[in-house]
């Protein structure tokens, strides 16, 4: 008997019969050693980079808030700044200026005087001879040198006018002293209204001003504002329309709007030039943390003018 030819495996049979479990295990173990590799070089590297944009965002966020303090630092009524710590908590206050300018004092020639101050031009020359800021004396308005700036923001009944603030320790001459009513240098706004000349005429409660300013000048303040740094609740806050006072309020009672958390730490100075006192520094150190302990330490001055 012959026995039949044995018969050939089909065309392609052996490369489409797929990987063994031997094989398959063997591959994802190979890729596991490999991602794990990887992962040890990746680990760092990737904490780098969270760790820099967390550092990246605390920055950010407390260079607004340093921006929004320079700007308003700038405002500040000369020698209004000042700053006091309870505890840990730093509270800086200064007097926020609305406007400013140059009072006229003295009579224009030819002068036709109607005898007492008064507002508006009551003899109808068209001269401001009348309306010139008296000092020594109770007054109660005067004209503008010229246009005053920011002339349509002036709150009548809530602005005051302010004339040669030199700040604590001089009689007549802080701001503070009067609280939030009118006295020594400061009177409160009744009424401002266009002049002759496109001038200004600027009517304010009776008030008696005894030092007259080198320059003639006058500021426009709306009120105090003050940022307050508290590290126990992590904020630094900025608080306004609160009522002026002669001793500064620890904290004040006004509207107050968050600019920065995560703050563990905070100093603030005011150092003002004891030779110039024309000039002075506000130095404010801040220091950050986040539930990640990622932080970040922050240090700005801010340039006080304060010539009056």
Not at 126 to 131: C, K, S, V
Not at 194 to 216: D, W
């Amino acid at each position: 008997m012959i026995n039949p030819p044995p018969k050939k495996p089909a065309a392609g049979r052996d490369r489409g019969r797929g990987f063994t479990l031997v094989e398959l295990v063997t591959v994802i173990a190979i890729l596991g050693i490999i991602a794990a590799a990887v992962a040890v070089f990746l680990r760092l590297p990737l904490q780098a980079y969270q760790d820099a944009q967390r550092r990246a965002s605390i920055t950010d966020a407390a260079d607004t808030a340093y921006t929004r303090l320079k700007r308003d630092l700038q405002t500040a009524l000369p020698n209004s700044v000042r700053v006091t710590s309870v505890g840990a908590v730093f509270y800086l206050e200064f007097l926020q200026t609305r406007s400013g300018g140059r009072y006229r004092s003295l009579a224009p020639l030819p002068a036709v005087a109607t005898g007492a101050n008064t507002c508006p031009d009551t003899n109808g020359d068209t001269f401001a001879d009348e309306n010139v800021l008296l000092f020594g004396v109770a007054d109660t308005c005067f004209t503008t040198l010229g246009t005053l700036p920011d002339f349509a923001t002036v709150v009548a009944g809530s602005d005051f006018i302010v004339v040669y603030n030199l700040g604590p320790g001089y009689a007549n001459a802080d701001a503070y002293a009067s609280g939030g009513v009118s006295g020594g240098n400061k009177s409160l706004i009744t009424s401002i209204a266009a002049g002759s000349g496109g001038e200004n005429v600027i009517v304010f409660q009776s008030n008696t001003f005894n030092l007259e300013s080198p320059g003639r000048r006058f500021h426009v303040i709306s009120g105090p504002v003050s940022y307050v740094c508290n590290p126990a609740a992590g904020t630094l806050q900025r608080i306004s329309a609160y009522a002026i006072a002669a001793a500064q309020p620890t904290p004040p009672a006004g509207t107050s709007a968050l600019l920065a958390k995560s703050i563990t730490a905070c100093t603030i100075i005011y150092d003002q030039n004891v030779v110039n006192q024309r000039n002075g520094v506000v130095s404010i150190w801040l220091s950050f943390s986040d539930p990640n302990a990622t932080a970040v330490n922050l240090f700005q001055q801010v340039q006080i003018g304060n010539a009056p």
